[in-house]
């Protein structure tokens, strides 16, 4: 998954962070909303990593629907040469349609997994930002203090 990114922007007012990206399949919105009870640790870098990984989400999820096609596409045409009266499935031929079918089918399993994990990952590092962001700080200010002596 390539992308690149076109424009990132938080405001600070409304807490929103928006992230554009371009890829080979078209241009990905991603957006992020802070919560009212996360504004004491609100982070433009934090939002806007956010919305980029939604944007990947929606990219990832429009790969996924164009896998989909060429898996259904290619099960479809061996389910026509079935048919046929004299098919033969030990024909070079159809058994190439047949592992193009079983390579394309594991791509899209791989990336059906892949958005799992994207989307999983998004929701444990939302959960956890608070904690990570209180050990950060109380690392600095231990550091501080060790300096300081």
């Known amino acids: ?9 938080y405001d600070a007012e409304t807490g929103i962070s928006k992230v554009i990206i371009n890829t080979e399949l078209g241009t990905f919105e991603g957006t992020s909303k802070l919560h009212d009870e996360d504004k004491d640790i609100q982070s433009k870098y934090t939002g806007c990593r956010y919305a980029e990984m939604r944007a990947a989400a929606k990219y990832l999820k429009r790969k996924i629907k164009n896998q989909k096609i060429k898996v ?29 079918y079983f390579l394309e089918l ?26 990570e962001y209180e050990n950060f ?6 550091k501080e203090s060790t300096t300081e002596e």
């Open 137 to 142: 700080q109380n690392k600095i200010t231990k």
């Open 72 to 100: 259904d596409t290619l099960k479809n045409l061996i389910s026509n040469l079935e048919r046929l009266a004299d098919y033969d499935k030990d024909v070079l031929e159809a058994r190439f349609v047949r592992k193009n």
């Open 1 to 9: 998954m390539k992308w690149t990114l076109v424009s990132s922007n």
């Open 106 to 131: 594991s791509k899209y399993n791989a990336m059906k997994t892949m958005l799992v994990k994207l989307e999983e990952t998004i929701l444990q590092n939302m959960e956890n930002y608070r904690k």
